[in-house]
């Protein structure tokens, strides 16, 4: 290619601002390539850079002693139940909901009514996650307590949107004549989309779900208000508070013990480690699904 | 068709206490190659307009599809030839503001009528369409239980139906070693013919085939093509097909359409040969469409 266009082109006299064109194609080029690098490049500093600090703390103790708040031996062991807790139950009660969602709006509203579900999601989306945390202080907090289910309730709603929103994406590639195929055999289109529309999907569904997963475990906002104040323990039930990974950072960052300060990165890296697992698990079975939903187009 | 209407009128339908209205004019039909014993039902369609959203775009189609027979709808693209066999089955009504007008009688039921169950024609009317579309997660078995399932079929009759209508689609010796394999794996000529057993298994009376043989090679094409000739005297048959060779090879009777209109119907003879319209003729000769 580059030969080519090296070479004197015979046919370029009747191209106008040959030249031109070349320039500006090759800026073009030039710069989407530039956008992309520094995009890797963002993730790869943050990630070597949490590596880097944390890994030194990494250590079976670490992984399995809850919190010292005074002395250096302690773990997050706490943090790391609670915020398995956290994303259970956060994803039980936001998978159904944003699957039932992406499913109404794909296979039974009608066109004008979906389309305004996908802006209303669309703005769900885009709510600050701090204003999630006060909603649901409002709700769940006030009057009560801080606990697990409130934390869980602050991360579904953020786990919503984005599982409903990924979720229409992949049923929008589920070929029509399968639909047709479905329908025309005389099944109504409930069964159709039990039977055929989401057992085609189903790969790119739990896609949308373990990455609405990999953002939930890290949100730190929804569960400043309502998750936040835990004990030094490893705590299992929701209805109090239950430690978490995310908060954790954040007070070991705040402590004046060097230590914790060190203790911190290695939190982040457990939670980064956690998420890069959860895309990379994704990453495949979008694949998967994608090229067999491709192949039937 | 005795079993599937007493299905028809089990699954709370009845049929027309009235005898239909006088008719219009209905395009002389040449009766050819109706065969004695034939068991399909006899579709007719009387006066049927077809709309999406405001816009029409059949103007009162009047056209009746004989047991025993081809009937080949032919017409430029565009001219409403898959809108109306969707009519039939009631496909129509699942586009957005898809809405037909006019009877639709399968022997002597309305199947537009308000008792009618759509489940019900869609059992007795059965498609095959333009794309090979077998059910990516199911087997090739599976896809063809998948209609038996969907319509209720006891489950200890339905693989000795599954066997008889893949063997009716003359898949059953190319399928019957690996019957767990994917639909998909099957090559396009195989898939269609899956997707031609599927519709069998649930023994409709009808059966539309939109350009069923578009995406196949030729010799796919021909096993379809013989394969047509076989069922026709077992359940009706209409074939849209644009290729008008194959209109000429197969289809006992043909209708030619234009612009959402029937314009011609008659023995597949007489259209070729001595069509009456001069649309029909200019369309047949290849000097448009
Ligand atoms: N979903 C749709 N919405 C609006 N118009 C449609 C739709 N499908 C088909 N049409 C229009 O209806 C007319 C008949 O289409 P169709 O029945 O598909 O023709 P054919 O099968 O003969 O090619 C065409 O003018 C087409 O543009
Ligand atoms: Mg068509």
Redesign the interface.
Known sequence: MRLRQMAVDPLGARVPNLRRRRIVNAAWIGSAWAGASIAVGLLLVVVAGVVARGIGSINPTFLTTPTDPFGSGGGISNAIVGTAILVALASAMAVPVGILTALYTSEFA??RLASGLRYVLDVLNGVPTIITGIFVFGLLVVGRSQSGWAGAAGLAIVMVPLIARSGQEVLALV?S??R?????????RW?TVL??VI??SIGGLVTGALLAVARAAGETAPLLFTCSIFPNLVQTDPSRVLPNIPITIFQFSESPDPVKHAQAWAAALVLIAFVLAVSMVARLLSARTRR?LQ??R | MTIDRKELDAAGRVRHETPPGPRTEVPAVDRVGVEHGASGSRVHLEDVKAYYGTKRVLHGITLSLEPGVVTGIIGPSGCGKSTMVRCINRMHEEVPGGRCEGRILLDEIDLNGPEVDVVGVRRAVGMVFQKPNPFPTMSILGNVLAGLRFVGVPRERRIERAEAALTDAGLWDEVKDRLSDPGVSLSGGQQQRLCIARALAVEPDVLLMDEPCSALDPAATMRIEELITQLKRRVTIALVTHNMQQAARIADVTAFMLAGELIEVGSTDRMFTDPQDERTEQYVTGRFG
């Open positions: 009608s066109r070929p004549g399968l047709e195929a479905s329908l025309a055999l005389g099944a109504s069964r039977r055929v057992p085609t067999r192949e039937l």
